[in-house]
């Protein structure tokens, strides 16, 4: 059926599309200042820091200061962080790290580099973070790590992560969906555990278009994190002489131009937060007690920072239609819905 034939039927008589607004411009939004940043690192043809130059010495102070954290450490995605984590909390072949069983692939893909085995962990259906009773029924004596996703925003219990550490498991906590999301007693997540990964791709909050940044407030894990993703002089600035000539060799140094537009995004982070919050609760507000449709969950008190995606649950049996067709009605009238 065409998008016309689709919208003749609407309750106002009217034809075409309901929705003809322009869709905003794409993330991420460039400020002045950003632009100003990238302009001269290309004027000064500063393109590649193989050290710490001071665009990047920068970049990770504003993150460690955000986060309250003693150290950041820049990557050249949210990826190659993780794989840094993982190393530095120390997990090795054979070691068991559990997984939750919904995230981006990219949360355990590094595992597999370092020769480490995923056991899979049960999800809340509601907000699709790891079950954390269901993950402790999975410890067992080769169980190195957990590493969980704040999916879409939502921070994991901090308590529940609490408590595996006290059982001797190694926390990595992947940000990448929460820049400045807090849990319901207002604790910041990447503060929850040992080591904490943010992304900093193209659709996240904080955006440099393409890099990824390793947040920690234990010392031994930033020096374990080096030598594997900063090589050379990097490495040298932080160990002694003798106990690292070329690090590991793996290449995760970031993008001076990344990281200057990345600085910019941290500054209004929190404004730019409220907003997004605002407009998506006010969503949530509007589509409640539609047949069919729950608003996407979020616990009492919980905020969750860059709400990287809305997902609203679709009932088809309440609805009484199935969800494409339902899609099909709503892309008609000028919507960008579709499934995640």
Same mark, same amino acid.
């Given at each position: 059926?065409?998008?016309?034939?689709?919208?003749?039927g %609407? +309750?106002?008589?009217? @034809?075409?599309?309901?929705?003809t607004i322009?869709?905003? +411009?794409?993330?991420?939004?460039? /400020?002045?200042?950003?632009?100003?940043?990238?302009?001269?690192?290309?004027?000064?043809?500063?393109?590649?820091?193989?050290?710490?130059?001071?665009?990047?010495?920068?970049?990770e102070?504003?993150?460690?200061?955000?986060?309250?954290? %003693?150290f950041?450490?820049?990557?050249s995605?949210?990826?190659?962080?993780? !794989?840094?984590?993982?190393?530095?909390?120390?997990?090795?072949?054979?070691? *068991?790290?559990?997984?939750?069983?919904?995230?981006? !692939?990219?949360?355990?893909? +590094?595992?597999?580099?370092?020769?480490?085995v +995923?056991?899979?962990?049960?999800?809340?259906?509601?907000? $699709?973070n790891?079950?954390l009773?269901?993950?402790?029924?999975?410890?067992?004596?080769?169980?190195?790590?957990?590493?969980? @996703? !704040?999916?879409?925003?939502?921070?994991?219990?901090?308590?529940?992560l609490?408590a595996?550490?006290?059982? =001797?498991?190694?926390?990595?906590?992947?940000?990448?969906?929460?820049?400045?999301?807090? /849990?319901?007693?207002? %604790?910041?997540?990447?503060?929850?555990g040992?080591?904490?990964?943010?992304?900093?791709?193209?659709?996240?909050?904080?955006s =440099?278009?393409?890099g990824?940044?390793? @947040? @920690?407030?234990d010392e031994?894990?930033?020096?374990?994190?080096?030598?594997?993703?900063?090589?050379? *002089?990097?490495?040298?600035? !932080?160990?002694p002489? *003798?106990?690292?000539?070329?690090g590991?060799?793996?290449?995760?140094?970031?993008?001076?131009?990344?990281?200057?537009?990345?600085? *910019?995004?941290y500054?209004?982070?929190?404004?730019?937060?409220a907003r997004? %919050?605002?407009?998506?609760?006010?969503?949530?507000?509007?589509?409640?007690?539609?047949p069919?449709?729950?608003?996407?969950h979020?616990?009492?008190?919980?905020?969750?920072?860059?709400?990287?995606?809305?997902?609203?649950?679709?009932?088809?049996d309440?609805?009484?239609?199935?969800?494409?067709?339902?899609?099909?009605?709503?892309?008609a009238? $000028?919507?960008?819905?579709?499934r995640?």
């Amino acid at each position: 059926m065409s998008a016309g034939a689709r919208s003749a039927g %609407r +309750p106002d008589g009217a @034809t075409g599309p309901a929705v003809t607004i322009p869709l905003p +411009p794409a993330w991420p939004w460039l /400020s002045p200042p950003a632009r100003a940043r990238v302009d001269a690192l290309l004027d000064a043809g500063f393109l590649s820091d193989y050290a710490l130059g001071d665009v990047l010495a920068e970049f990770e102070r504003t993150v460690a200061a955000y986060q309250g954290q %003693r150290f950041a450490l820049g990557a050249s995605s949210g990826t190659s962080a993780l !794989h840094m984590a993982f190393s530095a909390v120390g997990v090795r072949p054979g070691d *068991e790290v559990l997984v939750p069983s919904y995230s981006f !692939h990219a949360t355990v893909a +590094p595992l597999f580099l370092l020769g480490a085995v +995923p056991v899979l962990c049960d999800v809340d259906p509601l907000t $699709g973070n790891a079950d954390l009773a269901d993950a402790a029924a999975r410890v067992t004596d080769a169980t190195r790590a957990i590493v969980v @996703t !704040h999916m879409w925003g939502h921070p994991v219990d901090p308590d529940g992560l609490a408590a595996l550490r006290a059982r =001797g498991v190694k926390v990595v906590e992947d940000c990448s969906h929460a820049h400045g999301a807090r /849990s319901a007693d207002g %604790r910041l997540v990447g503060t929850y555990g040992d080591a904490a990964v943010f992304s900093l791709g193209a659709r996240k909050m904080v955006s =440099g278009g393409l890099g990824g940044v390793l @947040t @920690t407030d234990d010392e031994d894990v930033f020096a374990a994190a080096l030598p594997l993703g900063h090589c050379h *002089e990097r490495a040298q600035l !932080h160990l002694p002489a *003798e106990d690292v000539a070329v690090g590991l060799g793996a290449n995760y140094r970031l993008s001076p131009i990344a990281a200057a537009i990345a600085i *910019e995004q941290y500054r209004d982070l929190d404004e730019r937060i409220a907003r997004k %919050r605002a407009v998506l609760t006010g969503l949530s507000d509007r589509l409640a007690g539609l047949p069919g449709i729950r608003p996407q969950h979020t616990g009492p008190g919980v905020d969750r920072g860059g709400w990287y995606g809305y997902k609203a649950r679709f009932l088809a049996d309440e609805a009484g239609r199935e969800l494409d067709d339902v899609l099909a009605d709503l892309q008609a009238e $000028g919507l960008a819905v579709d499934r995640p």
